[in-house]
């Protein structure tokens, strides 16, 4: 069996933004900032986020990683030649001992800049403007009756929530504005606390439920989810305009330095007004994905064949969601599709290797998946007896699907000319993809010849990429479901 992953699954589906006050800089429970700074993450090779799962921050769509924050910070890990690795924030009450910590290397949850906030962490220049709003229900009525009467029924200005119970996380930036709103207007606005495991967008569902009556929310969110929610009306404003921006560590100055000059520079292209458009004007877009049995976040499922890989995939042994991430390089998803050298379905056989696993062109998505793990677990037992960790296995297993066995066996005969460790990965790949060059092609340990390797690694690369997305999802609506 490959070990799973392991991920660090802080995650909770919360988009509100919390002002952690009680934790304050010079107490014992806030440790000392871990010395990682811009130099060390290229070292590493990869930046670390903690990140939001949610419907705008980050979710799976498709079978592809979605989000604003995440394709905005996956874009600056680009532009510093270092890969983003996501780690979805469970509780935000901690997340910023995790950042400190070294878990992450920078916070993506949609969090407002406050006074509080900036005692403990350091932030980069504003990713977005925002206010605070009212987020309450409308009557159940209230496509029959007129503008006026539909205004009348609502709470119209913060003047009004005097004796109105209000339901937000104490730790949030909404509690704190309450609290001064309430001294403002001179009467006293009931805040109910709700557990720190609730997040912004339950929030918004109960009201929109009738569950509870009112929450605040950013308005950049509660827009969002007035699409979900017809219901609901988040006109009300309750704060100025607020920044919302990047968490960093205090002793990362490099890391800082670098986002905000990227920021600056990007945030005038035409590719970031798109990319805000896309998560933030697309009503139709952002309605017809949160609808989609595909959209992980709220429906649980990856593929149309979840249950297939799930009864079959334990036969390699190997995750389902490893052989999702294969089949989605693969196909797509798509059992009609066709590919170069007249590859077929969901798993792309070629025909001769079809055929030997009895499906062909005709076959259902069912038997091309069944015969696929078939022929993975044939692969899998090939690197059996050479490759010791099941982990770095998977990794010789994926390539022999997409370029054949021979060509990963000459790699790997390369790496012990070469005096390179051939149970890693990392070694054999680079012979892999330097197999398009005459001095290794041409070499005598190799009886395979020509190979364009870089395309090969490439699709291991994504795989695996892919897959610990595919695996942070699955475990996270399942840990979300257990809670309930």
Not at 78 to 106: A, T, W
Not at 291 to 317: R, V
Request: proline share 4%; hydrophobic share 35%; glycine share 4%.
């Amino acid at each position: 069996m490959i070990k799973k992953i392991s991920y660090i699954l802080i995650l909770v589906f919360s988009i509100s933004l919390f002002s952690c006050k009680e934790v304050m800089v010079n107490e014992p429970n806030l440790p000392r900032p871990v010395k990682k700074d811009l130099k060390e993450i290229r070292a590493d090779g990869k930046i670390k986020a903690l990140i939001n799962y949610s419907a705008t921050s980050y979710f799976i769509y498709r079978g592809q990683p979605m989000g604003f924050e995440y394709e905005l910070l996956n874009q600056y890990a680009k532009s510093q030649g270092v890969e983003l690795e996501v780690i979805p924030i469970k509780n935000m009450d901690s997340v910023f001992i995790h950042l400190n910590h070294g878990v992450g290397d920078v916070v993506a949850a949609n969090l407002t800049v406050t006074l509080d906030r900036k005692k403990q962490v350091d932030f980069s220049s504003p990713i977005l403007f925002t206010k605070q709003v009212l987020v309450q229900r409308k009557p159940e009525n209230w496509k029959k009756i007129s503008k006026k009467s539909l205004k009348d029924s609502l709470v119209n200005s913060p003047l009004e929530l005097g004796g109105k119970t209000v339901f937000v996380r104490r730790e949030s930036s909404f509690y704190e504005r309450l609290n001064s709103l309430s001294k403002e207007i001179g009467e006293k606005i009931k805040i109910q606390v709700v557990p720190g495991e609730i997040s912004m967008e339950q929030l918004i569902e109960q009201v929109a439920q009738g569950t509870i009556d009112y929450t605040v929310a950013d308005k950049n969110i509660a827009l969002v989810n007035e699409w979900q929610y017809p219901n609901i009306d988040a006109s009300v404003e309750v704060s100025n305009e607020q920044q919302i921006a990047f968490a960093l560590r205090k002793n990362s100055d490099s890391l800082t330095v670098s986002i905000n000059n990227w920021l600056k520079a990007y945030q005038k292209t035409v590719a970031f007004k798109l990319l805000y458009k896309k998560y933030y004007d697309n009503r139709s877009q952002h309605a017809k994905r949160i609808n989609d049995e595909s959209f992980t976040l709220s429906s649980g499922q990856l593929t149309p064949y979840d249950e297939t890989l799930k009864k079959y995939a334990p036969q390699i042994p190997w995750d389902w969601e490893l052989v999702a991430a294969l089949i989605y390089q693969e196909s797509r998803f798509n059992n009609s599709a066709l590919g170069w050298g007249n590859s077929f379905g969901v798993m792309q056989f070629m025909p001769i290797t079809g055929a030997k696993y009895g499906v062909d062109s005709t076959s259902s998505a069912h038997e091309n998946i069944k015969a696929g793990v078939k022929y993975i677990r044939y692969l899998s037992k090939m690197w059996e007896d050479k490759i010791a960790d099941s982990t770095e296995r998977v990794k010789y297993v994926l390539a022999s699907y997409n370029v054949g066995p021979g060509h990963v066996f000459d790699a790997y005969r390369l790496a012990q000319k070469y005096n390179k460790n051939p149970q890693l990965w990392k070694e054999v790949s680079y012979f892999l993809k330097n197999k398009s060059k005459p001095k290794y092609y041409k070499d005598e340990v190799v009886k395979h010849g020509y190979c364009k390797g870089h395309i090969t690694y490439k699709y291991v690369k994504e795989i695996m990429e892919r897959y610990q997305h595919y695996k942070t999802a699955i475990d996270t609506h399942q840990e979300v479901l257990a809670e309930q």
